[in-house]
């Protein structure tokens, strides 16, 4: 009879035990995604930058530019598995925004934020926006950012 009520107590155990461990387990691998999240999320911002001052050397317009930060932010969105998704901007007179049409948690999962402040001198910024939802810890969202808005100037 007591070593029935010894396994019992064991499984009973285990079971408390193992439930912790998992917890910090699984808690662990959601950071490291949310991380992962926000480094691609700069690594975006970079890109789109980084492609948009070339466009903008040879561009006669803004739209131009716009639609390089486009095609640039389509060809990373990859990156944070977005790579289906469709993407449409908006915005005039030098600020614009291309919005995935993609949501997470009610928002664009992915938002671009460009601002063209002088086309000839190539004074354009970039900045990104991903809504991260997890499966353990952020399952109501948070939005990951690129940080620095990111600027760059043609001399």
């Known amino acids: 009879m007591m070593h029935l009520k010894s396994k019992a107590q064991n499984v009973i155990e285990f079971s408390f035990v193992f439930l912790v461990i998992m917890s910090i387990f699984l ?8 991380w ?3 480094f691609s999320v700069a690594n975006i911002a970079n890109e789109i ?4 001052q070339i466009a903008a050397q040879n561009a006669d317009s803004e739209s131009d530019v716009v639609l390089c930060a486009l095609n640039s932010l389509k060809k990373s969105a990859g990156l944070v598995n ?16 291309i ?3 993609f949501t997470k948690a009610g928002s664009p999962a992915l938002v671009a934020l ?10 354009i910024s ?14 109501e969202g948070r ?4 940080g620095a808005v990111q600027s760059v100037q043609k001399y």
Do not use: C, K, P
């Open 126 to 139: 970039a900045g990104v926006v991903y809504m991260y939802t997890g499966i353990f810890l952020f399952r």
């Open 114 to 123: 460009l601002n063209i402040n002088n086309l000839e001198r190539g004074d």
């Open 99 to 101: 919005s995935s049409n």
């Open 27 to 34: 808690s662990i691998i959601e950071l490291a995604l949310f």
């Open 36 to 38: 992962r999240a926000r």
């Open 49 to 52: 930058v980084a492609n948009t």
């Open 82 to 97: 977005l790579s289906d998704s469709a993407f449409s901007s908006s915005g005039s007179n030098g600020s614009y925004r």
């Open 143 to 146: 939005a990951v950012s690129s």
